[in-house]
């Protein structure tokens, strides 16, 4: 069974909107969810991550102000809605849940979070913004 499934990616022009969604197992609740990208050639980034109680949020600069992400735990759901989405943001975007229970990263201050703390990553979809 899968732990984490990304849907809502699509095909839409440079200005539009999505939401992203992840649905988690109900055993994340107490973990940080995190959502990531990889374009094509490209290493996959982080994009954004909350909390797992939802009051820390972090996001990279590149989506800072366009982007948020939120959760409902009641339904183990993990929304990324997308604003004002460029070409640049196409890629495929994944979410994952960070590996310790009840943990504050570091990253929600300062810094960027580690990949590498992250597991039980989806199959990941497409988002592709024409110009």
């Known amino acids: 069974q899968a732990q984490m499934v990304e849907s809502g990616g699509g095909l839409v022009q440079a200005g539009e909107s999505l939401r992203l969604t992840c649905t988690a197992s109900?055993?994340?609740?107490?973990?940080?969810i995190g959502w990531f990208r990889q374009a094509p050639g490209k290493e996959r980034e982080d994009v954004a991550v909350?909390?797992?109680?939802?009051?820390?949020?972090y996001y990279a600069d590149s989506v800072k102000g366009r982007f948020g992400i939120s959760r409902d735990n009641a339904k183990n759901l993990v929304y990324l809605q997308m604003d004002t989405l460029k070409p640049d943001d196409t890629a495929i975007y994944y979410c994952?849940?960070?590996?310790?229970?009840?943990?504050?990263?570091?990253?929600?201050?300062?810094?960027?979070?580690?990949?590498?703390?992250?597991?039980?990553w989806g199959q990941g979809t497409q988002v592709t913004v024409s110009s």
């Open positions: 109900s055993r994340f609740r107490y973990q940080s």
């Open positions: 909350i909390s797992w109680t939802g009051r820390q949020t």
């Open positions: 994952a849940a960070e590996r310790e229970r009840t943990y504050s990263g570091p990253y929600f201050t300062a810094g960027r979070p580690n990949q590498s703390n992250f597991d039980w």
